[in-house]
């Protein structure tokens, strides 16, 4: 009896302390903004000291994210956080092999990966020396990025704007792409494919407009042991396939605000900088579960109507934990650092901001996300899509919009046809991509 | 359901079923003006034709480009109809020698460039079927396994940009095998011979036009060297056929090839030393001899790869035709009068040499100099060496190097060549200078050029093209006329190779293009 009443009398206790944090919780919320709440140049001043689930607009908006709502006109559209759903495969085969991947701090290699996430245990990432948590982070998107599934094919009819926030759109070039894993593979099948088991995917691109550029494409080899890419290029009116630079990697990408290695705000392979070091966890705004795009036409993705021209829209940024991560670059790159926010759940590369060897602001490079819907007959949750990729050139006053349209992912497409010949076929006109719903152009 | 599109691509149409036509193209219009005068003797015989400052081409073309994608198998079709205006310059050349030729209709006109259909057959194999361009090798500039095409070298020579303009497409079947297995693929081609004669092989300017070897502007050599499409050993519509092996190795792609088809380069078959038959008379007098493209084999591989050490690309091309024909005869010449020869070295015969070109470029990114010169990206320089040598050459051969030119072909002819570029403002003003000089004599082309993009639609290129040539074929009056300087003297001059044909023929060249 005593017993059942000391019971009782705990329960009471508890239900009061529950109760009492409860509504200790909602009075912080209580203030909190509303879901879809806008926040902009015109009300910064206000909303920057509100809350959101319970955190402070500013705390969770970097310098140079500020620095573009507050001059640029970027508009944040709030919504609440959702909880990473990446697809089954990935997560099985992350709880089957990443147990027996092993990060070398002596060479900063990676051994042993098959497949899914390499390195799972963020709270083990956490735990290492900064140098080693930033490789492991790095490495996690490296090997199993949002950006790719096993197959990605697009097609852009505005694959890349030049902007200008003054006066508008410069240019406009059209492309289809595509992107091959040949390792880690989780669609089905074996999960390595291909000859030689230190490729890790195959990359095409090909513009078909202008006429200028029209069949111009680019075939690269990605490797996982730290040699650089191969490049081949096929150049429609010398109708000749050509080597090129590995060390391109570092170069501009055809006259873009976007380094080789910026593409999805971070390429390349560790190794090849210096050192990336873990500098902070914190809370960040970032759009990751948008409302899927529908028919992609631009007016639907990017603001090119009023200036700067080059702010991405019909987006929900929610709060999201992120790894804040300096990159040191080697000699000969443009960039004296990079900082790149990397999401603390999700293999997601979010944005970077590149600074000049001086210590200038230069630019920033961002990629939205949102939840691709899965296909019928694969089931489980969705896995992630690129929404928005794009560069906001603050250095020389200067933007780029990059948009692949409709995705196809995880086609039945077998190595053998992704090689450099596509880019010959691709410039006889076959299109790389399946869909052909793609959005509309200014 | 037909979608239709328009913008900055042309017009784009698509059917619900995954159908894709695409149309794009291009209006440009051409303006060369000389940078020099030039020596030779007008109409008059007398007077010098210089030209300095005049308009040598103002050259209107339109280009379509339609590109079908039905899923299962793609067809293209690629038109292009060039107009030239004959300015002042080019009247003065037409007057020179009134042989009744109009040159002008060498350098317009309308044809169907190219037009073929491509599909798969199978998993493994694509076909590619129709007027096409094949284009083999590594090497820039010059060509040692870019020999399925003639090049048209009649309206701007070599120096167009895009060499798509300058080739000259045939019919072919075209068929590629991937074989996995030996991790490359296998090309096979085969041109049945249903060309007309004119698409095989160089057209280069015999006939006198504004890119005719100096100092031969206005003198048409047709009537005394026409072409010969039917020799025994020459025969435009005997099938030609090869094959490419493409593979890698070593992070190295490498090509191994094989081409049966026609010498590119023309050789005269003369009365005079004929060479495998005599020469078809044209009723012509002063016929000569006929020109020809002897059929010879090529044996050619090509490597290229990138070398981390020293960050560069580089590339590499050999190519190895086994008698293949020159024309000998340095100093053969014609009495025409009193004192007077006609010299044309080279019209002696034919004699078959050996031949292995080959080439080595390096492409560089120079990284450290794109801050300083504030480009958008790494300036980036290309060198190349490319070197022609007769394996079993004997100076007692005679050969010349080119016909009517008296310099006698050297065993080796080495080339060195140079690219330098640079892109600013996002890669809309791109400056760019190239040069050629051959390492034998010192004859050098020079080309700096200037590519502005505006917006999706307008390119304007400019550029000029230097020729600094010490080594030469002058011109000297004799008696109050003009007249070659070896016209009265006792042997042709022996000087003059392949730059020297393009002294005084310097150019400044615009090209405006409205793209769609």
Partial sequence: ?442 | MLVLGTAHAGFNYSTGGGQTLLLTGYLREHIAVNLEDHPEADASGVRRLDGKGEISMLRSTFRLEAKADLNWAQFIGRYRVDREHETGYLDDINDTLGSGNNWMDDIEGDQMREWFTTFEVGSRVRATLGKQQVVWGETDFFRAMDIIHGYDLRWRSFLETENEELRKPLILANVEIEIPELNGSLQLIYRPGWDKAKELGNSIDVRGGRWAGQPTKGIDFIPVLPYNDDHRRADTDDPNYGFRWSSDAWGWGYSLNYWRGLNVDPVANSFFGAWGSTPVPNGNPFQLGELIFPKVETFGATASGYVEPIDSVIRLEVAFTPDKPYNVGTDFGLPVGPGATLWVPGLAGIKEKNTLVSMIGIDKQIKGLSEKLGTSQFPLVSVQIFDTWLTNFKQSDDIVEVLGYGAPRREHTTYLTGLFQLNYSHNTINPSIAGVIDAGNGDVALIPALDLVYGDHWRIHTDMDLFFVHHQKNVKRFGGALFNEDTFSPSAEDNTHLLGTFANNSQFNLRVTYQF
């Fill in chain 1, 1 to 442: 009896m005593e017993l059942t009443a000391t019971r009782r009398w705990f329960a009471v206790l508890g239900y009061v302390a529950l109760y009492s944090f409860a509504m200790a919780s909602l009075s912080v919320r209580a203030n909190d903004l509303q879901e879809g709440a806008e926040i902009s140049a015109g009300n910064w001043e206000q909303m920057k000291s509100q809350t959101f689930e319970g955190k402070t607009i500013e705390s969770m908006v970097s310098d140079k994210i500020q620095m573009m709502v507050r001059e640029y006109g970027l508009k944040i559209t709030l919504k609440h956080s959702e909880p990473m759903t990446y697809g089954n495969a990935i997560m099985d085969a992350t709880a089957r092999y990443s147990g027996q991947v092993k990060y070398d701090p002596q060479t900063r290699k990676v051994s042993g990966y098959v497949a899914g996430i390499p390195f799972p245990d963020y709270k083990a990432i956490e735990a290492a020396p900064p140098e080693q948590a930033g490789d492991m982070l790095i490495y996690n998107w490296f090997y199993a990025g949002v950006a790719d599934g096993d197959y990605t094919g697009c097609y852009g009819p505005y694959a890349t704007l030049q902007i200008d926030p003054a006066k508008g759109i410069e240019r406009i070039q059209g492309a289809s792409a595509t992107v091959f894993r040949t390792m880690g593979r989780t669609s089905g099948g074996p999960t390595q494919v291909g000859d030689d088991p230190n490729v890790r995917k195959l990359q095409v691109i090909v513009f078909d407009s202008p006429y200028d550029i029209a069949g111009l494409g680019i075939y690269r080899v990605v490797y996982d042991d730290g040699r650089v890419d191969d490049l081949y290029a096929y150049v429609k009116s010398v109708r000749r396939v050509r080597r090129l630079s590995g060390g391109s990697w570092m170069d501009t990408l055809a006259g873009t605000d976007i380094l080789n290695d910026d593409t999805y705000s971070f390429t390349g392979h560790p190794i090849w900088y210096p050192r990336i070091e873990l500098k902070e966890k914190r809370w960040v705004l970032w759009p990751v579960h948008s409302q899927p795009i529908k028919t992609h036409d631009l007016d639907e993705v990017l603001d090119y109507k009023n200036p700067p021209y080059w702010n991405f829209i019909n987006n929900a940024w929610e709060p999201r934990q992120v790894y804040v991560i300096e990159v040191t670059t080697p000699d000969g790159h443009p960039y004296g650092k990079k900082i790149t926010y990397m999401d603390a759940e999700l293999p997601a590369a979010l944005w970077t901001e590149a600074y000049t060897r001086s210590g200038e602001f230069w630019r920033i490079i961002y990629s939205t996300y949102g939840p691709e819907p899965p296909k019928p007959g694969e089931g489980g949750p969705a896995l992630y899509q690129l929404y928005n990729f794009g560069a906001w050139d603050v250095r020389y006053a200067h933007g780029n919009y990059m948009d692949c349209g409709q995705w196809d992912s995880n086609l039945q497409l077998q190595v053998k046809d992704i090689s450099p010949r596509l880019l010959i076929d691709a410039a006889n006109g076959k299109r790389i991509g399946q869909k052909t719903q793609f959005g509309k152009g200014p």
